[in-house]
Nanobody, 123 residues
Framework: QVQLVESGGGLVQPGGSLRLSCAAS????????MGWYRQDPGPGEERELV?????????AYADSVKGRFTISRDNARNTVYLQMNSLKPEDTAVYYC???????????????WGQGTQVTVSS
């Protein structure tokens, strides 16, 4: 199977920056989409897409983070990054890494998730 390990979360002041990383390991044949989602801790809150990047580099961002966040990937290391600049208190959430990966050529791709990393933006 595939395991995702995230790092880089923490506490930062408004206007500050953080860089999240997520590395995949295990039996990986290929990874198509890599992305980041976030979820507020309150009851009933849904997980929302922050940014995603496909194999050849095409990216998509939530409107709320455009111009402030940048997603990138290192295919050789099966790693995805999220550079977060000009952070705001409303960016506070648990951030989850997601990858759509195949473990073998004939097996359909499957969603894999990291354990989540807390990002808190507060003065």
């Amino acid at each position: 199977q595939v395991q995702l390990v995230e790092s880089g979360g923490g506490l930062v002041q408004p206007g500050g920056s953080l860089r999240l990383s997520c590395a995949a390991s295990g039996s990986i044949f290929s990874i198509n989409t890599m992305g980041w989602y976030r979820q507020d801790p309150g009851p009933g809150e849904e997980r929302e897409l922050v940014a995603r990047i496909v194999t050849f580099g095409t990216t998509a961002y939530a409107d709320s983070v455009k111009g402030r966040f940048t997603i990138s990937r290192d295919n050789a290391r099966n790693t995805v990054y999220l550079q977060m600049n000009s952070l705001k208190p409303e960016d506070t959430a648990v951030y989850y890494c997601n990858m759509v990966a195949r473990i073998a050529a004939p097996i359909p791709p499957k969603d894999y998730w990291g354990q989540g990393t807390q990002v808190t933006v507060s003065s």
